[in-house]
C-alpha cells in the first residue's frame, strides 16, 4: 500500500487494518526511544530488551530462573542494573535499609496486587497501603510474640519429632531406603504451620492423603508469579479469581483457584469451631494464630478482620511458612551432606547439648553457636525469597548511594546477588559456617561479622520485613537437633539437588543447592539414607 494511502482517511477494510497497524507501531517505536532516551531510568544500564519492556522478566519469572538473571546481569551492568521499563535492583548492602527500612519512602509495587486477588481481599503481604499494612501487622503481632512463641515451640516439637521418626522408618537397623530430603522437609513445613495456624495439621509426615497440596501450590505461585508482572495486567486482574481463570492460564490457573479454596475451607472449619467454642465459652487448651486472628481488634479503630482479609491471610500464612522453612531445612542438609567436616561438628554440638530428645528446647537450643551459624549460611546461600521484591518510589523519591530515584520507579534488593557478593563474603560459593561466628584466631573479626549481617537479610528488614522470622528459627533448629540427635545420615549414591555440567547457565556449580524462584522457592533432592543411633 502506498504510504500516503496510510493517513488519507479510507473506509476500506484493508486501509482502516493499515492505518490501525501503522498507529501501534509508532506508538511503540516512540514508547521505545523515550524509555531509551528521556526516561528517568535511561542513564541506567540493563539487558536491552530489559530496558524497553518488561517481557524479559515476565519470561524469567515464568521460567523460574530470576534471581541467575539477576546475578548474571549485575556481574555484566554493575551494582544498579534496570531490569524492567520503570524497575531497577540495587545490590549495595547500603541500599537494604534505605529502601526497606522504617523510614523508607516506597510502598509496596503493584505487583502485590494480583497476587492473592482470588482471595477477595489483600493478605498483610498483599496490602499495599501503608497505613492498612500496619493495621493488619498490628493484629498479627500477638500470634508471633514471645509469649505466643514460647507455646509455639512446644507444638512445633511434636512436628520435628514426627519428621525425625518418620525419615527414619526402616533405618532402625540399618540404613534405611532413600528419601528425598526436599519432600520430607515440605511435609514438615506443611504439618507444623497448619498446626500452629488451625489447630488442625495436615498430617503429611504420616500420610499421603494431602501430600497434592504442595504440587497445587507450586502451580499456584508459578501462575500468579509471572502474571503479576504482565505489562497489561491492569486489564487482566480483573479475570483473575473469576472461571475465565481456568480458560487462560490453563492447569496453573486452575490450581491457584484450588489453593484457595483449600485455605478458605481450612478456614471456615476454624471460624466454625470458634464459634462453637463461644458459643458453650469453652477455651481453647492451645492458642492457634487464628484464635488470635479472629480475636483481634485493634485498640484504636474497633475494626476487626473481615471474612475475605482472614480468607486472604490464611492462604498467605499457610503459603509463606511452609515454603520458606521447607526450603531451608532441605538445603541444609544438602549443605551438610556436601561438607562431612560440618556435619561432624554440627552433630557433636547437638549430641553434647542435650542428654535426651525430650530436653531439645530452648533457651539452650536457641543458643547453639554452630547451629544458628549453619542456618544463617544456608539462608545466606538460598534466600527463599531470592529475587528483587518491588518497592514503589513515592512522592519526595529517594536517594540511594548518592543515586536520587524519582517518584514512580520500582526499586528492589536481589537478595541472592548481594548474599554472594565477594567482597562481603570471601569464597562466596562455598558453605562455611564459620564465616558467622567471630574468631580473630582464624580471620574471622567482629567487623567481618557485622558487615555479613548487614548485608545478608533474607527475611528483608523494617516494617514490611518477615513476620515468622523468629518462629522460622525455633522450626529449623527443632528439626535439624531432632534429626541429628537420633539419627546417622548419609547421601543415597552421587549428592543429588545441586547443580551439574549439563545444566542451564548458572546452574552448574555441584555444590550450590538449586532452587526455583517462583515466589516461593523449589526444589529436588538431595537423597539420603538414615540409620536410626539410638
Ligand atoms: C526461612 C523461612 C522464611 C523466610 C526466609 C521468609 C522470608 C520472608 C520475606 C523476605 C518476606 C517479605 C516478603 C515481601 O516483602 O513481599 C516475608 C513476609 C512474610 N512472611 Fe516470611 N519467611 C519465612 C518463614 C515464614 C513463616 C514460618 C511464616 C509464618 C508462619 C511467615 C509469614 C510471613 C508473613 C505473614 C509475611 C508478610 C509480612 C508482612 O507483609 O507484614 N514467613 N517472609
Redesign the pocket.
Known amino acids: 500500500m502506498p504510504l500516503e494511502k496510510l493517513f488519507w482517511p479510507s473506509s476500506s477494510y484493508p486501509a482502516l487494518i493499515a492505518q490501525a497497524c501503522f498507529a501501534i507501531i509508532s506508538y511503540f517505536v516512540i514508547l521505545f526511544i523515550y524509555r531509551l532516551t528521556l526516561h528517568p531510568l535511561a542513564k541506567y544500564p540493563g539487558p536491552f530488551l530489559a530496558r524497553i519492556s518488561d517481557w524479559p522478566l515476565v519470561v524469567h519469572c515464568y521460567r523460574g530462573d530470576r534471581h541467575l538473571w539477576e546475578y548474571s546481569n549485575h556481574q555484566k551492568f554493575g551494582s544498579i542494573v534496570r531490569y524492567g521499563a520503570n524497575s531497577i535492583s540495587i545490590s549495595t548492602p547500603s541500599s537494604i535499609p534505605l529502601i ?1 527500612g522504617v523510614k523508607a519512602n516506597v510502598k ?1 509495587g503493584s505487583w ?1 496486587k494480583t497476587l492473592d486477588i482470588s482471595a477477595g481481599a489483600p ?5 499495599i497501603n501503608k497505613q492498612e ?1 500496619a493495621l ?2 498490628r493484629f ?1 503481632n500477638p500470634a ?1 510474640s514471645e509469649k505466643a512463641l514460647r507455646e509455639a515451640e512446644k507444638l512445633i516439637a511434636v512436628s520435628a519429632k514426627k519428621f525425625s521418626d518418620k525419615l527414619a522408618v526402616g533405618g532402625e537397623k540399618d540404613w534405611s531406603s532413600p528419601k528425598n530430603m526436599s519432600d520430607w522437609a515440605t511435609y514438615f513445613g506443611f504439618d507444623f ?1 497448619s498446626d ?2 488451625y489447630g488442625q495439621s495436615f498430617g503429611m509426615l504420616e500420610r499421603d492423603e494431602n501430600r497434592w497440596i504442595p504440587n497445587v501450590l507450586k502451580n499456584a505461585s508459578i501462575f500468579l508469579y509471572y502474571v503479576g508482572y504482565l505489562p497489561f495486567i491492569d486489564m487482566i486482574r480483573p479475570l483473575i479469581g473469576s472461571s475465565v481463570q481456568d480458560y487462560i492460564g490453563g492447569q496453573e490457573a486452575a490450581d491457584s483457584l484450588k489453593y484457595t479454596n483449600l485455605a478458605n475451607s481450612r478456614l471456615a472449619e476454624r471460624i466454625e469451631l470458634e464459634e462453637k467454642m463461644q458459643k458453650e465459652k469453652v477455651q481453647l487448651d492451645r492458642k492457634d ?1 487464628f484464635h488470635y486472628l479472629l480475636n483481634s481488634k485493634d485498640p484504636v479503630t474497633g475494626k476487626m478482620f473481615t471474612k475475605e482479609e482472614l480468607q486472604a ?1 490464611s492462604a ?2 499457610i503459603a ?6 521447607g ?2 531445612l532441605s538445603a541444609c542438609v544438602f549443605y551438610l551432606l556436601d561438607n562431612p567436616h560440618t556435619l561432624q561438628h554440627l552433630m557433636k554440638e547437638i549430641r553434647d547439648s542435650f542428654p535426651s530428645m525430650e530436653e531439645i528446647q530452648s533457651p539452650k537450643l536457641a543458643s547453639l553457636p554452630y547451629l544458628h551459624a549453619c542456618i544463617e549460611e544456608t ?1 545466606r546461600m538460598n ?3 531470592a529475587s528483587s ?1 518491588p518497592r514503589e518510589v513515592l512522592k519526595g523519591g529517594l536517594t540511594i548511594d548518592g543515586e536520587f530515584i524519582p517518584k514512580g520507579i520500582t526499586v528492589g534488593t536481589p ?1 541472592y546477588v548481594l548474599h554472594h557478593d565477594p567482597t562481603v563474603f570471601p569464597d562466596p560459593w562455598s558453605f562455611k559456617p564459620e564465616r558467622w561466628v567471630v574468631s580473630p584466631s582464624q580471620g574471622n573479626t567482629a567487623e567481618m561479622v557485622a558487615g555479613a549481617k548487614a548485608a545478608c ?4 528488614v523494617g ?7 523468629n ?2 528459627y525455633i ?2 533448629k527443632l528439626a535439624l537437633a531432632h534429626l541429628l540427635f537420633s539419627n546417622d545420615l548419609r547421601v543415597c549414591g552421587e549428592l543429588s539437588g545441586g547443580g551439574s555440567d549439563v545444566a542451564e547457565e548458572g546452574r552448574q556449580r555441584k555444590n550450590e543447592y538449586q532452587m526455583r524462584d517462583w515466589i516461593l522457592g523449589f526444589r529436588d533432592g538431595p537423597m539420603v539414607e538414615i540409620k536410626t543411633r539410638l
Not at 537479610?457 to 528483608?460: I, K, M, N, T, V
Not at 516494617?463 to 522470622?469: A, D, L, Q, R, T
Open positions: 526497606h509496596k502485590y493478605s498483610i503481604q498483599m496490602e499494612h493488619r501487622r498479627l508471633f504451620v500452629l495456624g494464630t491471610d498467605l500464612i509463606a511458612g511452609s515454603d520458606g522453612v526450603l531451608t539462608l534466600p527463599p525469597k521484591l537478595l537479610a533474607p527475611f528483608l516494617p514490611m520485613n518477615c513476620i515468622g522470622k518462629m522460622s522450626a529449623l
